[in-house]
């Protein structure tokens, strides 16, 4: 199974370790192909039977088109509080599964692959728009803000719980970040999100955050011109020690709705991802 998510620029296929894959970081100016590059991610792996996709889309739009093909989407806030919620339980839950058989990685035949995929990490990270509507109108600003707050810094501490321990649980999350920057991206979720795609991005410093510290003095923001929509460099790909140079797959609304409608067939349900077994599967083998 490997998944071509583009080209690089010797011509070959871009392809993402699978299953398994580490977490992915996406990060690029607004109109660079950030959704783009989630929906190349994204059709790579929708015809796997044993891949089942959630996300996050406060922006509402993205993940419409591929919303046969999704278990579920969250576009509320409180929505995604919920499946945050929700996968954080499924972790302790396969977590313990893995313990109680001495494994420390996922396998195919204990359920499927998630492919968690969150579109402005940003937005995830901020004020919900109800609290902040509400604040302006009542004027009551304080308390508002104070649980608003709470709130986003609960959704943070989710994001990097899981980021910290979904990868062995067989979870994988995509991000999406306009800002790659220190203040947006917490260090902490940063770390663990392995493989970066840097799309067209503005400064050095977003270089340093996107691949790592010290390729913004070696790589040059202009390296991806403003007219190549899709191009990206991408480091953290177990076979390539330095970052490469690609493009990713063109993918339009078209595209996603002819791959969503023959691929609905292997939606997972919510029930067949979220509901704990009681009597989950036995292992056949144990290397
Ligand atoms: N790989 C690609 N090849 C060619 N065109 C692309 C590619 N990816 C995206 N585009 C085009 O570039 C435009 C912007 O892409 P996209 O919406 O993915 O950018 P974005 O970074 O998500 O922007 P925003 O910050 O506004 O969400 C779209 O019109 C899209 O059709
Ligand atoms: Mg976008």
């Known amino acids: 199974m490997t998944p071509v998510i583009g080209r690089r620029f010797d011509n070959r296929p ?22 783009g590059t989630l929906n190349a991610i994204i059709a790579a792996v929708a015809g796997y039977r044993n891949v089942a996709i959630c996300g996050i889309d ?14 579920v989407s969250a576009t509320t806030t ?13 972790i302790a839950y396969r977590s313990q599964f893995l313990q109680d058989r001495g494994l420390r990685m996922w396998r195919s035949e204990f359920g499927p692959w998630i492919l968690f995929v969150v579109d402005e990490l940003a937005e995830l990270s901020g004020f919900d728009p109800d609290s902040l509507v509400r604040a302006a109108l009542t004027g ?14 609960v959704r943070t501490a989710l994001l990097g719980s899981l980021a910290r321990l979904s990868r062995a649980c067989g979870i994988t999350i995509v991000t999406a970040t306009q800002y790659p920057s220190h203040e947006v991206i917490d260090q902490q979720i940063r770390t663990q999100l392995a493989i970066r795609i840097m799309l067209r991005v503005a400064s050095g410093e977003q270089i340093d955050v996107c691949l790592g510290r010290g390729y913004g003095k070696r790589i040059s923001v202009k390296s991806i011109p403003v007219n190549q929509r899709g191009g990206l460099w991408i480091a953290g790909l177990p076979d390539d020690p330095e970052p490469v140079r690609g493009r990713a797959h063109f993918v339009d609304d078209d595209y996603i709705a002819r791959r969503a409608a023959a691929t609905k067939h292997l939606a997972w349900s919510y029930d067949d991802v979220f509901q704990l077994a009681t009597d989950p599967p036995a292992v056949h083998s144990i290397p």
Request: glycine share 10%.
């Open 78 to 90: 409180s929505e995604a509080d919920r499946l945050l919620a929700a996968l954080r339980t499924l």
């Open 14 to 35: 871009l392809a993402l370790p699978w299953p398994g894959c580490p977490h992915i970081l996406v990060g690029g100016e607004t109109g660079s192909g950030k959704s």
């Open 58 to 71: 406060l922006k509402l739009v993205e993940q419409w088109p591929w919303r046969d093909r999704f278990t």
């Open 140 to 153: 009551e600003t304080r308390d508002i803000m104070r649980d608003a707050r709470g709130a986003s810094q």
